[in-house]
């Protein structure tokens, strides 16, 4: 018999055993889930399966009951949010979160890395380096020719493409993605697949989504999350010929 020496290092992120409760109930019930760098792993499951609730938990949102939450080896239950984020976790909600006001390059801007604390804001200048990288990322995500508009007229999906871009001038190396196609228009959604088929050369990506052809479209692995616990795991083409997924969640 062979014993596997793989453990919770070898992954880019591994949960183990992760608990919370509210009030009695286990929104979060004894999950375990492995991901590896360079992975794109979707998210599925019916409203209410703790799905959310999971990515609350790695970003330090919510704080754990029980279990345990490594990335890169690093226990993430005692860190604070902002410790998260410096350790390479990046998160992006269902609503855009981007200054409306500000243009496309401001906004890359002020997501620099270089501004983040406040000696780094007082001295922090436009430089060239600064102008390549908002370019470079502005590129990444399809609004090149875009920089100098202002972030409230872009069109839905700009706006989800804008605070991914927000993220990846950080430079995380695991993006979270809460229903990024939601709303989209068939051709935006097509070309956010594009962008994260792109993305995960240097970076892994948890995605949750309801969307299931875009989640054939992206998908290495699918985890199916039911009542707080994983109830299936795979490619797509195993979750949709699982029983159990069907009756709890792709048959309605």
């Known amino acids: 018999m062979t014993i596997s020496t793989v453990g919770p290092k070898d992954f880019l992120l591994a949960v183990e055993d992760l608990t919370v409760s509210f009030d009695g109930f286990k929104a979060v019930n004894g999950l375990s889930l492995y991901v590896e760098e360079n992975e794109i792993r979707v998210i599925i499951g019916p409203n209410g399966a703790g799905k959310t609730t999971l990515l609350d938990l790695i970003c330090g949102r919510t704080k754990a009951t029980s279990g345990t939450i490594q990335f890169h080896g690093k226990e993430l239950t005692t860190m604070k949010e902002h410790q998260i984020v410096n350790a390479g976790v990046g998160r992006k909600f269902q609503t855009p979160s981007i200054y409306e006001d500000l243009t496309v390059f401001e906004n ?39 920089l100098e508009t202002e972030a409230a007229i872009l069109s839905h999906g700009q706006k989800q493409w804008l605070e991914i871009g927000m993220l990846l001038i950080q430079s995380p190396e695991l993006l979270m993605l809460d229903e990024p196609v939601a709303g989209m228009s068939v051709a935006e959604r097509v070309k956010t697949a594009e962008l994260l088929h792109t993305i995960i050369k240097n970076h892994a990506v948890i995605v949750i989504e309801h969307d299931m052809k875009f989640v054939e479209d992206i998908a290495h692995r699918v985890t199916v999350l039911h009542q707080g616990k994983v109830l299936s795991e795979g490619s797509m083409e195993h979750v949709k010929a699982d029983p159990h997924v069907v009756e709890v969640y792709l048959g309605h």
């Open 108 to 146: 890359l801007e002020l997501s620099f890395p270089r501004g983040k604390t406040v000696l780094g804001a007082l001295a922090f200048r436009r430089d060239r380096v600064v102008i390549e990288r908002v370019e470079e990322i502005a590129a990444q995500v399809f609004l090149s020719d875009l």
